[in-house]
Nanobody, 128 residues
Framework: QVQLVESGGGLVQAGGSLRLSCVAS????????MGWFRQTPGKEREFVAA???????????YYADSVKGRFTIARENAKSTVFLQMNSLKPEDTDVYYC??????????????????WGQGTQVTVSS
């Protein structure tokens, strides 16, 4: 079982930036693709971004249309960490952000059910 701990959330004005981090432990991090989701209370989790493990198909990245061009996902396998750089933030980006592990090293379907372990989430609030 893998443990995930997110950090880096906070309050920022519209147009600002935040960088989220997620540190993994308990599993061979470099063998698994990683993803970020976000969720508003009462709604389903929404896919944000994902990155392949690298050993399977290179560090291919995937983004939701709503964040493409503004958010960047990256990983540092030596530190078992995945990042989400969020730029040009909008009030509609306000959510709790979660990182998660994919079932293998290459993302074929960026949907919640294909991701296993989840972190506790970090709150991102964007004021207008």
């Amino acid at each position: 079982q893998v443990q995930l701990v997110e950090s880096g959330g906070g309050l920022v004005q519209a147009g600002g930036s935040l960088r989220l981090s997620c540190v993994a432990s308990g599993r061979t991090f470099e063998n698994y693709a990683m993803g970020w989701f976000r969720q508003t209370p009462g709604k389903e989790r929404e896919f944000v971004a994902a990155i392949d493990a690298g050993s399977w198909s290179g560090y291919h990245t995937y983004y939701a249309d709503s964040v493409k061009g503004r958010f960047t996902i990256a990983r540092e396998n030596a530190k078992s960490t995945v990042f989400l750089q969020m730029n040009s933030l909008k009030p509609e980006d306000t959510d709790v952000y979660y990182c998660a592990t994919y079932r293998n090293g290459a993302v074929s379907a960026a949907v919640e059910v294909e991701f296993g372990s989840w972190g506790q989430g970090t709150q991102v609030t964007v004021s207008s």
